[in-house]
């Protein structure tokens, strides 16, 4: 192996004619390094950043040409066990096999993938641990149960909630992708598994009346065998065997989203989730302010058959559109932030920042630009019909909140209607995205 082999081989320099190794074998090696590299990533502890992977940067550098130097490097800190180093003297250790013994392997996978990345020091969770047995115990129970036997669901034509599922799926899957590439495994854990199943529980709890529809679970289960594969690859090797494919999951190819997700579609079913919950969360605190008597005006009695009115607003009062500019006017596009200290300062400049309104107002608004993004939200627009959504999922209101009667109604419609049960400053509480309700007996 003279430098004139080692040159060939790893440099891309001619054959030394001269040499006495066969050339047969010399292309072996040379294919194999051309194969493995440039390797795609070094994983390793934080300790060794100030010697072994500084110096496999200056080797690689050293030796090879720039097309075969490293393409990522990755630390990680060290383990914790439940919040607390471990430590052979204090006998608070967990082994691997230890850890599959008492949890499984799955079980004790997920939670090492939910204990953190980064080069913070990651936290094994034993309590977690515990959850996630029950969590893959329940989910395959339900796989098994759907599978036996789909009767219940529905065939046919999509509805609306079918489609704002299937939007909602085909995201988490282009979400999930990208933090499996950029080896965020906490976060591909949070969408793969977690938000996967908090968008079927809410697809199960809002078309309870009809039933889900049989394509579209089928497909979810799919789609949660296939995202969790990396990480809980036991767990979806038996959801592939209920689904009776012939082969390993380990041979299936990641789900492809055929088309772009429909944003407008995700943003109304979370606007959905949204308004459902604080419905739920504004009678529950009336409710609790009436029972301790602290001076909160009973509009309705809650133990009577109860309606209620929703009134949405279609643009923001004067007041507000002057908040809005000045947020505008210090939002720093680049870095997608709004300095707290400049909105200070612009509201004492123009006289508002005696308004107690104004500062909860804005805080709001910095919500409303990340959850709708910041142009939309300056736009002072909600990219969909608040009416139209909120008129599809009323049955669904009407059941989970014990409703006898749900009026839509546009603010600036219910501001010029008189009598009981409209109350202005009420309507004038609503505003675009945030709808305001009044609850009342009939």
Request: glycine letters at 6%; one cysteine or more.
């Amino acid at each position: 192996m003279t430098d004139e082999v080692w040159n060939y081989i790893f440099r891309n320099g001619p054959w030394p004619e001269s040499s006495t190794i066969p050339k047969e074998k010399a292309d072996i090696m040379k294919r194999e390094f051309d194969y493995f590299y440039p390797f795609d990533i070094r994983s390793s502890g934080k300790d060794l950043i100030p010697n072994h992977l500084t110096f496999c940067i200056y080797v690689h550098a050293a030796l090879f040409p720039e097309d075969k130097w490293p393409l990522g490097i990755r630390t990680n800190g060290h383990l914790m066990l439940n919040g607390q180093k471990m430590s052979k003297s204090k006998g608070n250790t967990l082994t691997m096999r230890e850890s599959v013994e008492k949890f499984g392997a799955d079980a004790t996978r997920l939670s090492l993938a939910d204990a953190g990345d980064g080069i913070e020091d990651a936290n094994f969770d034993e309590k977690t641990a515990n959850a996630n047995i029950l969590r893959l115990h329940t989910l395959i129970g339900w796989c098994e149960e759907i599978i036996k036997d789909d009767s219940a669901l529905r065939t046919g034509e999509k509805n609306y909630h079918d489609k704002v599922f299937e939007e909602e799926v085909n995201d988490l899957i282009n979400i999930t992708k990208g933090h499996y590439e950029n080896t965020n495994y906490k976060d591909a854990l949070k969408y793969a598994f977690y938000e996967l199943q908090s968008a079927r529980d809410w697809y199960r709890e809002v078309t309870s009346d009809v039933g889900m529809h049989a394509a579209l679970v089928k497909y979810w289960i799919r789609v949660s065998a296939l995202l969790v594969l990396p990480i809980a690859p036991h767990f979806s090797e038996h959801i592939w065997t209920l689904l009776g494919e012939p082969k390993s999951v380990q041979h299936a190819r990641w789900p492809e989203v055929t088309k772009p997700v429909d944003r407008v579609v995700i943003d109304a079913g979370a606007y959905m989730r949204e308004t459902t919950k604080t419905m739920r969360d504004a009678e529950l605190g009336l409710l609790k302010k009436m029972n301790k008597g602290k001076g909160a005006q009973a509009t309705y009695d809650p133990k009577k058959p109860k309606a209620v009115r929703i009134y949405v607003a279609t643009g923001f009062p004067e007041w507000q559109d002057q908040c809005v500019q000045i947020v505008k006017d210090v939002y720093d596009a680049e870095k997608d932030k709004v300095d707290d200290a400049k909105v200070r300062d612009l509201l004492k400049d123009r006289g508002m920042i005696k308004d107690k309104r104004a500062m909860p107002f804005i805080q709001a608004f910095k919500k409303r630009m990340v959850q709708f993004g910041a142009q939309t939200a300056f736009n002072r627009t909600v990219p969909f019909s608040e009416v139209d959504v909120l008129n599809e999922f009323l049955p669904y209101l009407k059941r989970t909140l014990d409703l006898v009667d749900v009026e839509v109604l546009l603010a600036d419609d219910a501001k010029a209607k008189d009598g009981p049960g409209f109350t202005k400053s009420i309507i004038e509480s609503a505003e675009p995205g945030s709808p305001a309700f009044e609850y009342r007996n009939v």
